[in-house]
């Protein structure tokens, strides 16, 4: 398959350079240049296979052509070592948990199967080669990331996140690791992390001297597989009998996580639609109203991991619908809530329900619950277990909430971190120094 980059700029890459550069050398960012429709035969019986089956077939027809049959189905089985059940919420509402993986949040399944993909190009390179991977966080991803690479041969892992603005229990999942894991704690925002990483995959004296790519949702790897659990989702509504008006309503902050699932849709999903939840920081919205995109600072929320200003996933989102307006909002809509709305919502739904929300599920559930019409069912992205956000989640319901046993061991670990301004000299000296 090859990968072109979204900014058309650059040469076409194969898998394996758009995988270890992860961002193209014009700063856009790869696509491949096909999506593959599934057969009939697939969503016949899809309500039949089970997650990995299912995600073997995706995974097939983004990957097959570059990565041997065996191997491919040995690193889709081994990322999903955990379950992504839709769970019954209201009778035309579901949750697609997707926080049963190692740190509890969706982005396990990218990681895991980024961190195997890169392991094996690493490999097939040979002896000694070691290749540097740079990944801004504004919570979530820098654990999910960080525990997917643990330990793999050949990879070193640089975790940039903004000082205090991650819950403790975030930050402990990418700070008490040791090994090839190195945690760089920026006196500056989330948007300051990834430009510093976009910088340093620009900077031509650092990436002479030492191979860099990115873990973020920009890199392919990452952000192809979550696709997986999109059909996944839609097998386990088939087999309920509640498949024939399926909505997607997907909380976004750099919209990687819906963009995939834009990409499940073209590939023959049947999904009518989907809603893009977001909090305060609502550019994406804005674009949907008015047909402008006007970047800006991210603002801080209890859904943090949504707090992004700039989505970098914006520019698939435009390459998929070829810069149609009317496309994308003939498929895409959008809703955004405050801190006060998200807190109610959790407030609310535990009460009537008795199902405990995450801030980020929470703007997907509210959603649905506003915006489906008669006949419609719909599912909502569960991105993190609600005990991630344990201070928020506690004071809104008024109760303590049961901490799993795997979020608990990485509490018990000590932090270890470097300070550093949000300055690009700094960081590059300081990768240069390793
Ligand atoms: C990363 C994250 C999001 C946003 O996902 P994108 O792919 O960046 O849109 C939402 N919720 C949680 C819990 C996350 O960790």
Redesign the pocket.
Known sequence: MIYYSTNGQAPDATLAEAVVKGLASDKGLFMPEKIKPLSQEFFDNIQDMTFQEIAFEVANAFFGEDIECETLRKIVYDTLSFDTPAVKVEDNIYSLELFHGPTL???DVGARFMARLLGHFIAQEGEGREVNVLVAT????GSAVANGFLGVPGIKVYVLYPHAKVTEIQEKQFTTLGQNITAIEVEGTFDDCQALVKSAFMDKELNEAMKLTSAN?INVARFLPQAFYYFYAYAQLKKAGKADNVVCC?????????TAGLFGKRMGLPIKRFIAANNRNDVFLEYLNTGKYNPRPSVATI?N??D?GD?S?FARILALYENSHQAITAEISGVSYNDEEIRQTIKEAYTRTGYLL?P?GACGYRALCEKLSEGEVGFFLE??HPAKFLNTVEEVIGEQVAIPERLQAFMRGTKESVMMKPNFADLKEFLLSR
């Open positions: 949040a969706f982005k504004s919570g979530d991803t949702s997907v909380p976004s902050g750099n919209f990687g996580n819906i859904a991991a949504m992004v989505p996933n995450d980020h991105t993190a």
